[in-house]
């Protein structure tokens, strides 16, 4: 069977696979297509397409892009997007100054809280890559405060948690007109964690053209609803893994698997 799996991380982002390793594994695992979606960077795109020729895996070029939607952060998913658009590689870079000011308010939010962490303590972990939340849990695990990047973001920096912060520049229209303009295909990632469905209306409107219906946290029967919502909106079907590597051990490269057909749908829909 050929399948794909459209929702990886590198070590580019918040995942522990160099680009070159990720496609060694999908080959390794007989992947048809992989979509490398860092979050708010493409720079594993290039590493990954040049290890990948010669091979049978497609690496499909694409991103995770953080938006906001009034107190709530969004993450659209972008695919076949030309990854050297000028337009998105200038946005990019302030969705990323972003970020790490982001990391000093979440550490000053937990020394509210009595647990003390040193910034430099995640920067040290995320090195170049666009530093997110998963690099602060990692230094959280590192620096004996919790026991698991899971915990990490149980009782302090999960959305709804008391070290959060949001404050992301780019609205939700935003998100998917930088997305078009780029010539790709905006997709919503794991609709489940928005707790409000009629969003997904509201964001169609906006332009949005697909949800990632596949994902290992939706049950079967968030499964059923999605696809009955994507056929009511006209909306494209995704899924993937949401690979991060070794963060998130129970997560295999994969284990969801995509058919080849929903790859052409998006093929298709490319701008």
């Known amino acids: ?3 794909a799996d459209l929702h990886v ?3 580019c982002s918040d995942g522990t696979y160099t680009p ?3 496609v060694r594994e999908g080959v390794a695992r007989k992947i048809s297509a ?3 979606v860092d979050h708010d960077t493409t720079e594993a795109l290039t590493e990954a397409l040049a ?3 010669g091979t049978d895996l497609e690496i499909i070029p694409g991103i995770e892009l953080t938006a906001q939607h009034e107190y709530q952060e969004i993450h659209l998913l972008g695919y076949f997007l030309d990854y050297r658009n000028q337009e998105l590689l200038e946005k990019l870079k302030l969705v990323q100054l972003n970020r790490i000011q982001r990391v000093y308010k979440i550490v000053e939010n937990l020394e509210g809280l009595g647990v003390k962490l040193n910034p430099e303590a995640v920067f040290s972990i995320s090195g170049k890559a666009t530093v997110g939340r998963m690099h602060i849990a990692r230094a959280l695990v590192k620096e004996g405060l919790v026991g698991s990047t899971a915990e990490a973001f149980r009782r302090y920096i999960g959305d709804k948690s008391p070290a959060y912060v949001l404050g992301f520049r780019l609205s939700v229209p935003e998100a998917i007109k930088l997305i078009q303009a780029a010539g790709g295909v905006a997709v919503l990632a794991h609709p489940y964690m928005l707790y409000n469905d009629a969003l997904i209306a509201e964001f169609a409107g906006y332009g949005l053209e697909g949800i990632e219906v596949y994902y290992p946290e939706h049950s079967q029967a968030m499964v059923n609803f999605y696809l009955d919502l994507a056929k009511k909106l006209n909306l494209l079907i995704t899924g993937g893994t ?5 963060v998130k051990p129970q997560i295999k490269l994969g284990m969801i698997k995509i058919p080849l057909e929903l790859v052409e749908k998006l093929r298709l829909a490319k701008k």
């Open 9 to 11: 991380h590198t070590a």
């Open 20 to 22: 070159a390793q990720l």
């Open 242 to 246: 949401d690979f991060h590597g070794s």
């Open 1 to 3: 069977m050929k399948y």
């Open 34 to 36: 992989l979509a490398i």
């Open 51 to 53: 290890e990948a020729e």
